[in-house]
């Protein structure tokens, strides 16, 4: 996993993606033998897919681990686990999927759309549990969110995105044209952008939608934005939050607000969100997967969302764009990073 702090770089070129994900994927804890089939001894085995490592998918991935453990299911002891990043490549994630699918594991975990979308087309035989996924009907991984039917549940991680413009004008009242950077090519961020139009034409707001087909794009797609919008919103993008130095950059740069649709965005520099701890969203998806385990069939087992939202805010993010945060929002948040 590539650890992103202020600058964004990716521990590996694009052409060592497979390599990176074959090591990772059969590389698990050494009380299991690769050839020891996770049936013998009433082994069980779980495969988890993760599309890019940023912070959020990754806290994602701590919680599914720490509460498998919790529930007896131990990787250094009884659970045979399996894991593997797409570092952002769709193609890659297609391959991490066929060759899970061809372990066979009790199940495989897909951590984000793309991810889901990909374990589902490889392995249709296999329970499949999916987390932070945007809109689980519009990626067409269920047909239904109370009854899935099937092989597939999981925990979506749709933001609040109404509340998320009320934030931005109660943080910068003065804003009216907010800039949002998305992947055109994930079917969440197009499903939040239309959501955001419909949020911000009831409150008087105009998108200015910039997108990019990958993360060495960004800066650029950051950039345009200058002159164009008073303020910028991440959503919940894949690609756009693993370069997400980038965007803040630009906000620093030319005192351009930069808002959040994830919390772990706004610990790496984002002024503001109102989101979920993911790493409770990654144990809420740990016992999903608990649950299947112990024989309960995924498409009997509903749909989940977060329950709790958290006010998280960067005072020192705010004053380095050139926004003073009030004081009655700041008494407000449940997290204030210092």
């Not at 610990?267 to 969100?273: E, H, M």
Request: glycine share 8%; charged share 15%; proline share 6%.
């Amino acid at each position: 996993m590539f650890n992103l702090s202020r600058s964004f770089k990716p521990l590996v070129k694009p052409l060592l993606g497979v390599t990176i994900w074959t090591i990772a994927a059969t590389t698990v804890l050494s009380s299991c033998s690769p050839s020891k089939l996770a049936s013998d001894s009433g082994q069980k085995s779980i495969a988890v897919t993760q599309i890019v490592e940023h912070p959020s998918l990754n806290a994602i991935r701590d919680g599914l681990k720490e509460e498998l453990i919790q529930a007896g299911y131990d990787p250094a002891k009884n659970l045979k686990w399996s894991w593997a990043t797409a570092q952002g490549n769709p193609s890659t994630a297609a391959q991490i999927a066929k060759k899970f699918a061809g372990e066979t594991p009790d199940a495989i975990v897909a951590i984000s759309t793309p991810s889901a979308q990909t374990a589902i087309a490889a392995a249709p035989k296999l329970p499949v549990v999916f987390s932070g996924v945007t809109d689980p009907l519009g990626a067409k991984l269920v047909s239904n969110l109370q009854s899935p039917g099937g092989l597939v549940t999981g925990v979506s991680d749709l933001a609040p995105l109404f509340k998320h413009l009320e934030l931005i004008r109660q943080i910068t009242p003065t804003v009216k044209r907010v800039g949002v950077l998305y992947n055109s090519g994930e079917s969440n961020s197009v499903t939040q952008i239309k959501i955001l139009k419909e949020a911000a034409a009831n409150q008087g707001l105009t998108i200015v939608e910039v997108t990019v087909t990958n993360s060495s794009e960004v800066a650029t797609a950051a950039k345009s934005l200058v002159g164009k919008v008073d303020s910028i919103y991440i959503p919940t993008d894949n690609t756009i939050v693993s370069a997400l130095e980038a965007v803040l950059q630009v906000g620093i740069v030319n005192q351009l607000p930069v808002y959040a649709g994830d919390t772990d965005s706004v610990d790496r520099g984002a002024i503001a969100t109102l989101g979920f701890n993911y790493k409770d969203v990654g144990k809420q998806t740990g016992k999903l997967v608990v649950r299947i385990l112990k024989g309960e069939k995924p498409g009997a087992i509903a749909v989940e969302t977060p329950s709790q939202l958290n006010l998280v805010i960067n005072p020192k993010a705010a004053k380095q764009m050139g926004v003073v945060i009030p004081d009655r929002i700041l008494k407000s948040a449940q997290k204030v990073i210092l």
